[in-house]
Each structure stands twice: as C-alpha cells, then as structure tokens.
C-alpha cells in the first residue's frame, strides 16, 4: 500500500525529493511496470515520487541543438514515438517496436525511459535503441552525464542509476548515409505478447555495400545481446543470399539463449538465425516497412497535461463531466478510486496488470488501464467511464450497436470494449477491420466472442459516430 505520494512540479524538486528520499522511494511516470512490480512485491515501497506531471520539462521529442540526433524527453510515451514526424523514415526499427508493446492502452501512458529502466531483455524497445546506437542522458543535483544505453543496462532488471539519478532523456543520432533497419518479435501470439526472441537490425550503406551493422538481440539473456561477428561478416557485402545466411548461423553460434515456459534454448538458437535472415532479407528487398500502418492506432484524441496541479491529499477531478472529491484515494489504483471512492462500479477488474482491458476508462482523452494508473495521477484530470459515455438517456451510438449486433455476453469485458472502441471511433470514424481489431487487441473476451463485437464497432457509420447521434447500423464488409 502507497503511504506517501510525492508529486512534484519542476524537475528541481523532484530531483530534490529523489535525493533526500534516497532508496525508500520510486520514481512513477506511466505505471505501466511500476504498479505491476508493486503488486507482485519486486522493488517493493511505500513512497512514489510522481513525474508524471514534468511534461514541460520531461515529454518533448525534440532535434538536438546541433542537429544530429533526436532526442526523447523521459516523459515521452511509446506513441509519441508512433506519432513523431520523421521517425517512421530515420528510426523505423524502434517504431515497429513501440507499435508491439502491449495494447494501444499500455502504449497512452508507458515511456521509453521507464522500457530501459526496467530493464528485461524481453522489453521491445530496448534491441532497438541498442541497433541505433542510443545514448542515455542521466541527471541529478549535481547535473548531468550521458551513457551509451549498452552501459546503462547492467544486467538482468538492473542499470547503471545512480542514487539520486532521473533519465532526462534517450538521445539517437540521426543517420549520416543511407542507413536501413528492422525491428522483427517473435511472440506467440499476435497482441498483447511477451517476447520469446526478438531481434533489431540497423546498417548503413555507401551504394549496395554495407558499410556498418549493428544487431541487437532481445530475449535471448540476461540482457540484450549484440552479434557482432555476425555484424563484421556483413561489412562489405551487398546482402546478397549467402552473406545474410552466413550472419544468420553467426549470430546463432555466439548465443548461449536462456530456457524458459516460452521457449527453450534450442528453439531460441534456431530462431535467432532464422530471424537475422529474415530482417537481413527484408532489408535487401526494400521491404523493411511492410505492415506498419501509415497512422497507428493511438487510441488518444488530445494530448496529455503537461502542467500538474498541486496535490495535496484529496484527488479533485472532472468525472464524466462532473466535479468530484475523492477522499482518501491516494493509496490506490485509479480503477479502485472509481470503483470505492466514486461509486462507478462499471469499469471491472479482470486482471489488475493492464492485461484484460476490463477497467479501461479515458483519462484527459486517452484510453487507459485504469488499473495501472496511480489515484492521485487523476487530480486536476477530466476522466470518462463507461456510465459517462451516453448522453443522458441517449446511448452512444456503439451502445446501440452492441444491443443490436448481440455483442453482449456475459458483459464483464464489455465496459472496457466499449471505452476502446468508442474512443476508436473518436479518432477515426470509418475505420477498418484492422483499426478495430487494433483497437481492442488489449480487451480480452473470456465467452470468445470478438465477431460481434468486431461488427458493433464497424457497423456504426462515419456520421454516427459522436456522442448522442442516431442512424442506422451499415453492414461489415
């Protein structure tokens, strides 16, 4: 149980409570590992430092000041990355990464900061940052200095921060010659997947010779691995079939993979090689970008607060367009605090590890695990809950629609579809097939009957897709 929420407003003060407050607190921006760690006892504290409010200061992406590199604030959220004009052309494969974290509720609120702090080789985006060659800058009091991220990850679940440290931010140098690369994750299934192997590849060219390589393997140890006899044997080569084979059985001898309920050592090895080929493949055929989407799925119409407002105990929100007062909510989930303190027992708990998408509700905009959200998070916010989505006694239009398509089963998941999808259709009415089955790939439908919820979401027409409006449902295509 949280005794001690400390939400600071300048990174001055946070940096001032870190310090003073040495090991006995944690530091929380997006939650999405922290309540988890929290629940399961890892790491365990009573005391949160919460920077979740330093968007001014901790949440930009921005180019450097000579122009080389970009740089993402530590408050920069997985689908900034997905949304940051340019990135899709000079940092594709941690794109293609941040699009395989969880579910695109995880991906409102997880940062990449808090990704490398955790520090799992199973983490996506970490074999991505290790293939382009990032470097982490770390401040404290005293100011700042910069890693490269293969010396900030130390080992399994541990990094290079200092007492009293904060990441301020992630620094990527933007590419000097034609340089190509690849994020590929190997899951088993297709959302919602903890890695059994994944694997980032970034090479630079000078015409059809590579001239540099750098491949990063995720999953495979205690921490990310690069293969660099297998990076040597591709400098000057033209990707042709036998060097990609070559650097596929290389990078597959250097591994010693770990065994576990996932996979075991011997299938990891064979992937390994069989994932390099792949990624060296897809480099060589122009086809590295396949499949991602022009304009991911974000699941969020505004962006989140920048500013904080001072917290002093007592959560003061606007809950489906109502004032309210949560007393003593600061020890809790957001979900509980709804559930307990507001009396809106709509939004459920399936999971209480951001897996189910049962408690998803919208905070400022954005849909969110409210499970993973700490309380006070909420203070100052406009939050939506399933009992907020009709307008009165007019349902929402996707209401109407789960009546009419027989949508409804058991109900317990609903609630969380409906805030998915709904906050689906705000973002992009007339979506498609693979919008919606994004959209809800982080609602999990234990009665298995996603059919009809999947022709609720795309029955409801471009027109109709606003609070209060009514017209007939369209058939699914």
Known sequence: MIETYLRPTSLTEALTLLAREGDRARVIAGGTDVMVELQRGVKPTNRLIDVSGLGAE????????????????????????????????????????????????????????????????????????????????????????????????????????????????????????????????????????????????????????????????????????????AEKALVGSSLERAARENAGRSAAEMVQPIDDVRGSAEYRRHMVAVLVERALERIADGTEAEGLPEMPILLATTAARSEPKAFSGTIEATINGRPRRLENAAHKSLLDALRENAGLTGAKEGCAEGECGACTV??????????????????????????????????????????????????????????????????????????????????????????????????VPRRDSGVGARSELVPLK
């Open 58 to 229: 901790l949440g930009a992406i921005w180019e450097t000041e000579d122009g080389r590199s970009y740089a993402l604030g530590a408050l920069a959220t997985h689908n900034a990355v997905l949304a940051a004009p340019g990135f899709r052309h000079d940092m594709l494969p941690l794109v293609q990464a941040c699009l395989e974290v969880g579910a695109p509720q995880i991906r409102t609120r997880a940062t990449i900061a808090g990704n490398i702090v955790t520090a799992s080789p199973a983490n996506d985006t970490i074999p991505a940052l290790y293939a382009l060659g990032a470097e982490v800058e770390l401040v404290d009091l005293s100011g700042t200095r910069m890693l490269p991220i293969e010396e900030f990850c130390t080992g399994f679940r541990t990094t290079a921060l200092r007492p009293g440290e904060l990441i301020r931010s992630i620094r990527l140098p933007k590419p000097e010659s034609e340089r190509r690369g690849i994020f590929l994750k190997l899951g088993l299934r297709r959302a919602q997947a903890i890695s059994v192997l994944n694997v980032a590849v970034v090479l630079d060219f000078a015409g059809s010779r590579v001239t540099s390589a750098r491949i990063a393997l995720g999953c495979v140890a205690p921490t990310i691995v690069r293969a660099r006899e």
């Open 362 to 459: 919208w905070l400022d905009g954005q849909a969110v695990m409210s499970c993973l959200v700490p309380a006070p998070q909420a203070h100052g916010a406009e939050i939506t809950t399933i009992e907020g989505l009709a307008n009165g006694s007019d349902l929402h239009p996707l209401q109407r629609a789960f009546v009419e398509r027989g949508a409804v089963q058991c109900g317990f998941c609903i609630p969380g579809m409906l805030m998915a999808g709904a906050k689906l259709l705000d973002e992009r009415p007339g979506c498609d097939l693979d919008d919606a089955q994004t959209a809800i790939s982080g609602n999990l439908c234990r009665c298995t009957g996603y059919r009809k919820i999947l022709d609720a979401i795309m029955g």
